[in-house]
């Protein structure tokens, strides 16, 4: 099957993807998609690798070696070493009501005998307060760090 995405690096991409790589400094997937592109390479200098042979030399799968190309013809090289963010779209347990609520009771005085508001603590008076049946406090913090409220 004749491939449809073809890497074909630069010298100067191949000189960074190589210092990217000895320096140690880059997180483990990004060496990884780096040494990827590296062994992908079908240039001047490049060892043309098959993407089987890459997926079992790295240990990736070969479809994680093929987005890793498309993405670098693509989308270009910084894209192909980065991770793609989630498309994925999470519904909030608190409607405008609701946070309007939690907003409120962040400027109120926190319970008797904390000095301060704690996510935890917040979540729970929600709850208390039957505002919603069941928040976390990660969704509070979310909300507060939303409207740029600091406790």
Same mark, same amino acid.
């Not at 990884?32 to 079908?42: E, I, P």
């Not at 001047?44 to 070696?65: F, N």
């Not at 000095?115 to 976390?136: C, F, H, P, T, Y």
């Given at each position: 099957?004749?491939?449809?995405?073809?890497?074909?690096?630069?010298?100067? @991409?191949?000189?960074?993807?190589?210092?990217?790589?000895?320096? =140690?400094?880059? &997180?483990?997937?990004?060496?990884?998609?780096?040494?990827?592109?590296?062994?992908?390479?079908?240039?001047?200098?490049? &060892?043309?690798?098959?993407?089987?042979?890459? =997926?079992?030399?790295?240990?990736?799968?070969?479809?994680?070696?093929?987005?890793?190309?498309?993405?670098?013809?693509?989308? =270009?090289?910084?894209?192909?070493? @980065?991770?793609?963010?989630?498309?994925?779209?999470?519904?909030?347990?608190?409607?405008?009501?609701?946070?309007?609520?939690?907003?409120?009771?962040?400027?109120?005085? &926190?319970?008797? =005998?904390?000095?301060?508001?704690?996510?935890?603590?917040?979540?729970?008076?929600?709850?208390?307060?039957?505002?919603?049946?069941?928040?976390?406090?990660?969704?509070?913090?979310?909300?507060?760090?939303?409207?740029?409220?600091?406790?």
């Amino acid at each position: 099957m004749q491939k449809k995405y073809i890497v074909t690096l630069q010298r100067n @991409e191949r000189t960074y993807l190589k210092k990217l790589i000895s320096s =140690g400094q880059a &997180p483990a997937r990004k060496q990884t998609r780096a040494r990827v592109l590296l062994k992908a390479d079908t240039g001047e200098h490049g &060892p043309s690798w098959s993407d089987r042979r890459i =997926g079992d030399a790295l240990e990736v799968g070969i479809r994680t070696v093929e987005r890793i190309r498309q993405q670098f013809v693509s989308h =270009g090289l910084e894209a192909a070493l @980065e991770r793609a963010p989630s498309k994925r779209v999470y519904q909030s347990k608190l409607d405008v009501q609701a946070e309007e609520k939690l907003l409120e009771l962040a400027q109120q005085r &926190p319970p008797q =005998g904390a000095r301060r508001w704690s996510l935890r603590k917040l979540a729970r008076a929600m709850e208390e307060r039957g505002v919603v049946a069941d928040v976390s406090h990660e969704t509070v913090r979310r909300t507060l760090e939303k409207h740029q409220v600091a406790l």
